[in-house]
């Protein structure tokens, strides 16, 4: 499985900011998904993003809220815009299939 | 709507002792099944997944589970817990057809006393 590398691991930021967390593959993969998992909480998935097209939301997610970025085939980053406390999640981002994927460390966001 | 139910939120085990998660699923046919635990501050690993074939599936870290399609189950077990073992334990499924997405079950919080 690839290894997965994700940035910052953890940050605590104020409402009305904006945080971009990185997301570093070691091999190159078609599809790369993000996550959020709140406070007790099980993960909800936000979007997919493959290579060269746009990000796919899920119900509940809009770009503005939650730009995506897929440059090539090991990265992607992920901004969380405008931060209010209730995005105070973890943030992870997986990679492989729609049916099998492997998972970052992921970033534990507080936003006070 | 297709779900996955984990009934148990927290379960306390001892070491040594043996364990079983539970994991029931709601879809119209069989979906494909995934186990994953997420260690403290750490982000989620597979454990072992069910496509089809052997309902008995084995796993990293001694982990096995066991499909029963008439339960719509998939089970977690291992024979012997080990301290490091404790963790979150995810249930997830998927449509094995379509474009569904990954669903995840709510977790079960894994405590081990010595």
């Known amino acids: 499985s690839a290894v997965i590398s994700q940035k910052p691991s953890r940050d605590i930021c104020q409402r009305g900011t904006s945080l971009t967390i990185q997301c570093q593959v070691d091999s190159q993969v078609t599809m790369m998904f993000w996550y959020r998992q709140q406070p007790g909480q099980s993960l909800t998935l936000i979007a997919t993003a493959n290579q060269g097209s746009e990000a796919t939301y899920e119900s509940g997610f809009v770009i503005d809220k939650f730009p995506i970025s897929r440059p090539n085939l090991t990265f992607s980053t992920l901004t969380v815009s405008n931060m209010s406390p209730e995005d105070s999640s973890i943030y992870l981002c997986?990679?492989?299939?729609?049916?099998?994927?492997?998972f970052g460390p992921g970033t534990r966001l507080t936003v006070t | 709507a297709q779900s996955v139910t984990q009934p148990d939120i927290h379960i306390t085990v001892s070491e040594g002792a043996s364990l079983e998660l539970r994991c029931n699923y709601s879809?119209?046919?069989?979906?494909?099944l995934f186990w994953y635990v997420q260690s403290p501050g750490q982000g989620l690993q597979l454990l072992l997944k069910y496509f089809s074939g052997d309902t008995l599936v084995q796993g990293i870290k001694g982990f096995e589970a066991e499909f029963k399609r008439s339960q719509s189950s998939f089970n977690l077990r291992k024979p012997s817990v080990h301290w490091s073992d404790a963790a979150e334990y995810f249930c997830a499924a998927i449509s094995n057809f379509g474009n569904e997405k990954l669903t995840f079950g709510t977790g079960t919080r894994l405590t081990i006393i010595p």
């Open positions: 997986s990679v492989g299939s729609r049916v099998e994927q492997y």
């Open positions: 879809y119209g046919a069989t979906p494909y």
